[in-house]
């Protein structure tokens, strides 16, 4: 079991891509808010023993970092506490709080429509060096909007489950709504070519 768990570490280290350090600075957030010190240090030990030691408090916000070490960081936050999807939708909405790049663009485009279609993907550019979110569909009068991302083949605890958090908490910054679901409809871990998210609200 232990050999197959390295194994699934080296497979995801060796991910092209990076991630801005302020993605990973508000895991350790989430956890001190949930667990304590303790806990994040629980956190920085197992990583440690993974072979992927990490001081969370040093890490710079607006550095860049291996992706696969972001999504070691989730799985390895969730297998520590037995956190089930819920609690990782919640790490995933909570985040969108914390990134000061997401609070710029919130504040200064007001418009869903604007941030939906034009800033949304120049979001995305600003946290990964990796994948295209492109917009596919918005109607503010039924409600819903329809999100593409491509080229993001990570691991499904992250595209399923933490972005579908994300998501909603942007848009929930937006409409002042707390009744937002989000749903992947489609996700190349299921066969399709590509991520896709139905957004709704209320």
Same mark, same amino acid.
């Given at each position: 079991?232990?050999?197959?768990?390295?194994?699934?570490?080296?497979?995801?280290?060796?991910?092209?891509?990076?991630?801005?350090?302020?993605?990973?600075?508000?895991?350790?957030?989430?956890?001190?808010?949930?667990?304590?010190?303790?806990?994040?240090?629980?956190?920085?030990?197992?990583?440690?023993?993974?072979?992927?030691?990490?001081?969370?408090?040093?890490?710079?916000?607006?550095?860049?970092?291996?992706?696969?070490?972001?999504?070691?960081?989730?799985?390895?936050?969730?297998?520590?506490?037995?956190? #089930?999807?819920?609690?990782?939708?919640?790490?995933?909405?909570?985040?969108?709080?914390?990134?000061?790049?997401?609070?710029?663009?919130?504040?200064?485009?007001?418009?869903?429509?604007?941030?939906?279609?034009?800033?949304?993907?120049?979001?995305?550019?600003?946290?990964?060096?990796?994948?295209?979110?492109?917009?596919?569909?918005?109607?503010?009068?039924?409600?819903?909007?329809?999100?593409?991302?491509?080229?993001? #083949?990570?691991?499904?605890?992250?595209?399923?489950?933490?972005?579908?958090?994300?998501?909603?908490?942007?848009?929930?910054?937006?409409?002042?709504?707390?009744?937002?679901?989000?749903?992947?409809?489609?996700?190349?871990?299921?066969?399709?070519?590509?991520?896709?998210?139905?957004?709704?609200?209320?």
């Amino acid at each position: 079991m232990e050999e197959m768990k390295k194994e699934e570490v080296k497979k995801l280290m060796e991910i092209e891509g990076q991630v801005r350090g302020v993605v990973l600075k508000t895991d350790a957030e989430y956890v001190l808010a949930e667990k304590g010190k303790e806990g994040l240090k629980k956190v920085e030990e197992e990583l440690g023993r993974l072979g992927h030691p990490l001081n969370y408090q040093e890490i710079k916000s607006m550095d860049f970092y291996p992706v696969g070490l972001r999504i070691l960081s989730l799985m390895t936050i969730k297998e520590t506490f037995n956190f #089930d999807d819920e609690k990782i939708k919640e790490m995933g909405l909570v985040a969108t709080k914390k990134s000061l790049i997401i609070k710029l663009f919130v504040r200064y485009f007001l418009s869903v429509e604007r941030v939906f279609f034009k800033e949304a993907p120049r979001i995305w550019q600003k946290h990964w060096t990796k994948g295209t979110l492109i917009p596919v569909d918005l109607n503010e009068e039924k409600r819903y909007g329809l999100l593409r991302l491509k080229d993001f #083949d990570l691991h499904p605890l992250y595209c399923s489950v933490y972005l579908c958090g994300y998501f909603s908490g942007i848009l929930q910054m937006l409409i002042k709504s707390h009744k937002i679901t989000c749903r992947e409809t489609k996700c190349p871990f299921k066969g399709d070519k590509y991520h896709e998210y139905l957004l709704k609200w209320e």
